[in-house]
């Protein structure tokens, strides 16, 4: 186990999670080639899925527990959750897909097996 960077600096500031100082992004989520401080290639680094699906999951169940508590304690027209919850749900996932892509590549260098790669 490499401990690295710590999670909480690799997730908030987009960093390396060996070295925490290089950009891990290139973009807004594409991850880097490299690290442009210490040289970690992160080519191998995939989280495909992964953060869509750690985020949609609670963010889709919090999402209609609130419009069900918007609907039983105010009761607007419908107008009102057909804008309201896409913009919503847009702004949730646009700034938390980034950290939880973070967290993600920092847990793969931290518990990836080296001898089979």
Not at 15 to 26: H, I, N, T
Not at 81 to 94: D, K, N, S
Not at 99 to 107: H, Q
């Amino acid at each position: 186990m490499n401990p690295g960077a710590p999670l909480a600096k690799v997730a908030l500031l987009g960093r390396c999670p060996r070295c925490g100082e290089g950009a891990l992004f290139q973009g807004y989520i594409k991850i880097a080639p490299a690290c442009p401080v210490c040289g970690l290639s992160l080519a191998g680094h995939d989280t495909g899925d992964g953060p869509a699906f750690f985020i949609m999951l609670p963010l889709c169940i919090v999402t209609a527990m609130l419009a069900l508590l918007l609907e039983v304690k105010v009761g607007p027209p419908m107008w009102v959750h057909v804008v309201l919850w896409p913009v919503f749900i847009a702004l949730a996932v646009g700034y938390t897909l980034r950290p939880v892509k973070a967290i993600m590549v920092a847990l793969q260098y931290r518990y990836r097996d080296v001898t089979k790669a």
